[in-house]
């Protein structure tokens, strides 16, 4: 069966000897909610076809999620970076739904 997002995060900090113990937790959740502003950053630019901020955001998306061990949603925003920068942003948003929609269990986090 295959890991969800959060289950990998977790796993990732886990095996990150500076994080006690006791702090991953909240470490998940300053993740979990800087992710979640720079997807809504990303959206709002979407939106209003500001592309520059959209190559910012998911480029900053895709080295967060990297770093924690999301290395395929990073290759997702490494994708929407390249699709805002362009010239013809063909799958843009099918891009940015599909990372939203992987992301959510760890979103949530956000939440809480």
Do not use: H, Q, W
């Not at 999301?70 to 948003?93: D, Q, R, W």
């Amino acid at each position: 069966m295959e890991m969800g997002v959060v289950e990998i995060v977790k796993e990732f900090i886990s095996k990150d000897s500076s994080v006690p113990e006791e702090e991953r937790a909240e470490l998940l959740a300053e993740l979990s909610g800087s992710l979640l502003e720079l997807l809504d950053a990303l959206d709002e630019a979407l939106e209003e076809g500001l592309f520059e901020v959209a190559v910012s955001s998911s480029r900053i998306l895709k080295e967060r999620l990297a770093m924690f061990g999301l290395e395929e949603l990073s290759i997702v925003a490494g994708k929407i970076e390249m699709a805002a920068s362009s010239t013809s942003p063909l799958y843009l948003n099918c891009y940015y739904m599909r990372l939203r929609r992987e992301l959510l269990p760890l979103l949530d986090y956000a939440k809480k």
